[in-house]
Each structure stands twice: as C-alpha cells, then as structure tokens.
C-alpha cells in the first residue's frame, strides 16, 4: 500500500478524462494507482497508462528500439496505438501512452533463482538490439563515459568544496567528510582505467553497442514462466552492453555484501546466451570502480534533486558507507577474472 501511493504528487498530474481512453479506442471499467502509473481495467484487457514527461523525439526512439528489438526477442514492453496510429495521445498539452500488461511477478533480487534468470534475460534483449544506434544526441552514450567521470569527479570536489565551507556541519556532512577522499580516488582509478583499455575502440565496434535498458531495477522486470520479460524503457540509452551489466551487478550485488559469486554466476548466465571478450571485462572492471551508490547520494544531497527528508539522506549516506569494504573485496575478486 505504501508502495502504491508514494507517488501521489505526481500521480494527481494526470487528467483522467473519458475522452483519452478513446484516443485508445479503450472502455475503462476501472483504475487504480502503482508507482507513478496507472493500472486500468478496459474491454480489451489490463492495461498500463503512463503520462510521459520526455519529448516525442525521446519516446519514438524508445520505440524505434524496442521494434528493432522485437524481431529477435519479444519479451519486451509493447506500446497501444491510438485510433491515429499513434503510440501517444494529447490531451490538455500532456501525452500519455498505454501499454499492455505482462501477466507474471515483479522480479525479486534477494532471490539468487530471479538474479540469474534475469542475466540471461538480459543477454537474450542485448542480442537482438545488438547494432542499434540513433541520431538522437541525449540518448546516445557511446564513446562519453570518460568524460562523465571527469565531470562527476569535479562534481565531487565541488561538493567537498561546499560542505567544508559550510558553517553548520550536519551529521550527512560529517559523514561525506569522512569518506569523500577515497572516494574521489576511486573516481580518478576508475577514469585510468577507462583510459588505458579499449573503450573508445569498443565504441566504434557496431556489434557492442547496444539499446541499454539502463533502468533494471527489480520492478522493471516481470517473471513469467521462469523468464525475465523487460519493461519501462523510459531511460534507455545507446551504449556498450557492458555499461547495463554493471548497473545491474550494483543493483543485485549491493544487497548481498556484493558477493563474488553471485557475480560470477550472473556474468556465467549472461555469456550462455551473449558472449563479453577481455577487453569489455576489462571496461566492465573500470565501470564497475566507479562508486556510483556514494556519488549519487552525494549529488542528489547536494543538487538537492530528490525531496527527501534529512534523516532519509543521513540513513542511506550510511548504508552506502557501510558496504564499501565489501564493495573494494569485490573489486580486488572480480579484477583476478580479468
């Protein structure tokens, strides 16, 4: 329940008029809240109706994505046309989608069983977009992972720049006091690393430039039949497969102690279905250096992009403190694969 309506700010934003459903050429019998999303009930089956908050540009490159996607593997999310032809309807100068519903479970991350299905889940979907590319400048991050690191390590300074100058010192302050150092030293052994492989060549190889998801939390994924079926593309990117698999290793992997063999069996569950050559392990490792749990608490503290309480930002500063050791043994575990 809690869940269900942690999103009620943005959730009241939607105009649930009659007349938008027919865009869909839908009945609704009824709807309900989850997340930031709407579950209706319609004469052709559930469905999902979501307000979207990009540009048309950004949504019809999601699409163009997931069609290109489709072909090979269509366990993926499907966008409702409107009576138009339309995989958006406008009304009151906002646009909405509707999408088809998977019937199955929300993915869980404590369960090892859902982790590696979803690993190969996630090598089957980087198969099929193997190749894909667009024009759309924002939603292309090949070749620009390098140079994020140099303006996030910045970020940081400027932030370490800030709290030290700041006459009151809170208790999230002492905290990122206490760690920012080694921290942004992980940041700049992230970015040699980086540099020294072959990331850049990589880039320019078709065949490891991919349509990452870039959004896999558990909730994004539907288990359905002992298969992971991928939805809520809302962030995806073009890049290299391997920036997905970190982020999904530091989704899975921070829950556990970060866990080498967990790890191994994920990467194990991957390759079955999608090979990783030496040199993307090797961008993989330096990806993986980056401490991207700190810095984005440290960001959205600071940038105060995220409306949560103090006390919500003292306690999660703490949890990300608290499993660094584990997360530096990882590294050292995983670095021997290499």
């Not at 366990?75 to 999408?99: P, Q, S």
């Not at 979907?125 to 996030?152: C, T």
């Amino acid at each position: 329940m809690k869940d269900m309506y942690k999103d009620i700010d943005y959730l009241i934003k939607y105009d649930l008029d009659i007349s938008l459903f027919k865009q869909f050429n839908l009945e609704p019998y009824d709807i309900y809240p989850i997340r930031s999303i709407f579950i209706v009930n319609t004469d052709k089956g559930d469905k999902i109706l979501k307000k979207i908050d990009y540009s048309k540009d950004e949504l019809l490159f999601i699409n163009e994505g997931l069609n290109y996607i489709r072909d090979k593997f269509d366990r993926i999310m499907n966008f409702n046309k409107t009576v138009d032809g339309d995989i958006y309807a406008l009304y009151n100068e906002e646009m909405y989608c509707m999408i088809d519903i998977f019937e199955g479970r929300e993915c869980d991350y404590s369960n090892p069983i859902d982790i590696f299905t979803v690993a190969k889940g996630l090598g089957e979907l980087h198969a099929a977009s193997s190749g894909f590319n667009s024009q759309l400048d924002n939603r292309v991050n090949s070749g620009k992972m390098i140079n994020k690191f140099n303006r996030r390590l910045k970020e940081m300074e400027v932030f370490k720049t800030i709290s030290n100058l700041s006459e009151y010192n809170g208790e999230f302050d002492q905290i990122f006091l206490e760690n920012i150092d080694h921290y942004i030293e992980e940041i700049k052994r992230s970015i040699k690393l980086l540099e020294a492989s072959s990331y850049y060549k990589l880039c320019e190889e078709k065949d490891k430039v991919i349509l990452c998801h870039h959004d896999l939390a558990y909730h994004n994924v539907i288990i359905k039949n002992n298969e992971a079926y991928f939805i809520d593309f809302d962030y995806a990117i073009v890049d290299l497969k391997v920036h997905d698999i970190c982020n999904f290793i530091n989704k899975v992997l921070k829950s556990s102690a970060y866990d080498i063999g967990k790890g191994k069996k994920i990467m194990d569950e991957y390759t079955k279905v999608n090979s990783i050559d030496k040199r993307e392990m090797t961008v993989l490792y330096g990806l993986l250096t980056f401490p991207q749990d700190f810095y984005s608490i440290s960001r959205d503290y600071y940038t105060r992009r995220k409306d949560w309480s103090e006390q919500t930002f003292i306690n999660k500063i703490k949890k990300k403190t608290e499993i660094e050791e584990f997360r530096i043994e990882f590294l050292k575990e995983f670095e021997e694969l290499l």
